[in-house]
């Protein structure tokens, strides 16, 4: 077995840096559970930093002042760059698979940038081919409040029916094109079938779990991992609490837990759908897997479950891999 190093799809740490929030740098910081530090020493290949865009409320919350979306974007990724700069001896921005590939040669992690709800494309194609060029290779399509692409995730039943809006379709479209990875978390399940018919290429959902293990509208139905899986896609493991258990009060994220998703996961959709989606540094509670260095943890306990070297291997970074290849350009 060649070990790769792990591929995490989503955490949130550009946003606990901004505005000196919970100050210091992204190479150690004992306020984030990832910075470069801990990515290294947990065997981190690539980790895909998000850009979320904070509503009033996360504002609020974070003693944040209002800004500008895209004043706030272009901030955000001015901060990774240079951070990743910075440490040019450990970690590498990375826009292709062939970046990881390079970055990986030269011991190097890779950092890709995404955005977390698509609400700054404001109906604009050229604002998503803007974004692309400035190094992003991800969008959210939501978040927790409609947008331009359509509606999110909700306990609403009329929230969840509806679809994605016309330019929603005409974004999913455009982003297979211009090589862009769609992710289908936070989105309405009726948004869901929308991507899966007008994609032509593989979509993902960066870190949402199992519906049927723990009913939280952000997880996905056993329809929806198949689809995801028919498709090519990935789908992310989210470390939140509420996420892995039926207990909506429950503030452990276990591994026990962890472990039990993942199997579920496999026997519906199969090994190829596996994938890594902490939402470390956006999420709350006591984790059992609280930084990226702890990540190893997770794959002796699927190791202690049965798993395969390979399948690990798959789960680990392989399948992402593949995603990778296919869309970026």
């Keep these: ?110 950092a890709f940038l995404t955005i977390e709800d698509g609400r700054s494309v404001n109906a604009d194609l050229e604002k998503i081919k803007k974004y692309y060029e400035a190094g992003i290779r991800l969008i959210t399509l939501l978040w927790n409040h409609e947008n331009c692409f359509g509606y999110p995730n909700s306990s609403d039943p009329k929230i969840m029916n509806k679809g994605l809006k016309k330019f929603g379709i005409e974004a999913v479209k455009y982003m297979n094109q211009i090589g862009m990875i769609i992710d289908v978390s936070h989105l309405s399940d009726a948004g869901f079938y929308d991507v899966a018919e007008h994609s032509q290429k593989p979509f993902i959902a960066s870190h949402s779990n199992v519906r049927n293990l723990a009913a939280h509208p952000r997880n996905l139905k056993d329809d929806m991992i198949k689809i995801i899986a028919e498709k090519g896609g990935i789908i992310g493991l989210n470390f939140a609490p509420q996420f892995l258990t039926e207990n909506s009060s429950n503030l452990d994220s276990r591994i026990e837990e962890m472990v039990e998703h993942l199997n579920y996961i496999k026997n519906i959709g199969g090994e190829s759908v596996l994938a890594l989606g902490s939402d470390l540094d956006g999420i709350q509670g006591n984790l059992e897997i609280d930084s990226s260095r702890k990540m190893p943890l997770l794959f002796k306990a699927l190791k202690k479950n049965g798993w395969s070297d390979d399948l690990i291997e798959k789960f680990k970074a392989e399948n992402a891999l593949r995603v990778i290849k296919d869309i970026l350009k």
């Design 1 to 110: 077995m060649f070990n790769l190093g792990y591929i995490d799809l989503h955490c949130d740490s550009l946003l606990r840096i901004f505005n000196d929030y919970d100050q210091g740098n992204l190479y150690e910081n004992k306020n984030l559970s990832v910075d470069f530090k801990s990515l290294k020493n947990g065997g981190a290949l690539a980790q895909f930093f998000a850009v979320f865009l904070p509503d009033q409320e996360t504002l609020k919350e974070m003693n944040l002042s209002k800004i500008d979306d895209d004043l706030y974007i272009k901030k955000l990724i001015k901060t990774l760059k240079k951070e990743v700069k910075a440490n040019n001896e450990l970690i590498e921005m990375a826009y292709s698979y062939q970046d990881i590939l390079n970055n990986q040669k030269e011991n190097k992690i890779s």
